[in-house]
């Protein structure tokens, strides 16, 4: 992944939710720079079992390439991925009765692996759901790193400010041509 792809610095982790963590708000920590990739002294493991749901809010839209996991050990990887676009109502009772956006078989290493997207379902992206449903057998999931590639947009948020008329009154649009039209002829 290169620096310049990285959309760390689009994402609104002051928002970022992590749905069963183990310690609170260390979710948010597995979204580094690239140059703190190889950093396991932050990660994310799951408590009561070993799902995972992680929320990550953009600061624009997004246009996802790829998304670098970096988990482990090998037992406490996930081994699926699915992930949903510009949902903020998902959690461990519906999440199942979404159609997911696109989902990954992942595979079991210590090593970052880079998960390519299909471009053509995530564009415009505002926020990103990534629900890791199992593991290759360990009673938890930990992921030390999550890297996002992609090309990020500014979102107006100015108003524009329109009048549209259902019926157009000509009192209201003087153009001179009324005064002619009504003048007797001597």
């Known amino acids: 992944m290169r620096a310049e792809d990285s959309l760390y610095s689009r994402v609104d982790r002051d928002n970022v939710r992590c749905l069963n963590e183990r310690v609170s708000g260390s979710g948010k920590n597995v979204i580094k720079p690239w140059h703190e990739r190889n950093d396991t002294t932050k990660y ?20 996802l390439k790829s998304i670098s996991i970096k988990a482990g050990p090998e037992n406490s990887c996930p081994s699926k991925l699915k992930a949903y676009i510009n949902r903020d109502d998902v959690d461990f009772d519906t999440v ?10 992942l595979v079991s290493t210590n090593e970052i692996v880079e998960y390519p997207t299909r471009m053509t ?65 001597n």
């Not at 994310?44 to 953009?58: N, T």
């Not at 947009?153 to 549209?164: A, G, H, R, S, V």
């Open 44 to 63: 994310v493991e799951s408590d009561a079992d070993e799902q995972l749901i992680l929320l990550i809010p953009f600061t624009g839209s997004v246009k």
């Open 96 to 105: 199942e009765s979404f159609t997911a956006t696109q989902e990954w078989e």
């Open 121 to 185: 379902k995530m564009y415009n992206v505002r926020n990103l759901i990534l629900y890791f449903p199992e593991n290759f057998g360990d009673e938890i999931t930990r992921i030390s790193y999550i890297g996002l590639k992609g090309e990020w947009t500014e979102i107006k948020k100015d108003q524009i400010i329109t009048i549209y008329e259902a019926a157009p009154n000509p009192a209201d649009h003087k153009t001179g041509e009324e005064e002619r039209v009504y003048h007797p002829i």
